[in-house]
């Protein structure tokens, strides 16, 4: 947790879309997942199956709240 936040930093000031940090996000929960035990990994990859589309409705609805 301690490197993503400079990395999330980094990548804003270089010019990354927010999709851009959404896809690198997903990829590293992606492969801290990978670490887990078969059934283990299944139940953490599903937690981060949201495109970045579901993320962005889901995100403005919590929101508007």
């Known amino acids: 947790m301690k490197i993503l936040i ?14 851009d940090i959404y896809s690198n ?3 590293n929960h992606a492969r801290s ?3 887990l035990k ?14 970045f589309e579901d993320y962005t409705q889901k995100r403005e609805g919590t929101l508007d709240k």
């Open 6 to 19: 400079p990395l999330v930093l980094v990548m804003t000031l270089v010019g990354c879309t927010t999709k």
């Open 25 to 27: 996000l997903q990829y």
């Open 33 to 35: 997942c990978d670490r």
């Open 38 to 51: 078969s059934t283990q990994s299944d139940d953490c990859r599903s937690q981060y199956n949201d495109s």
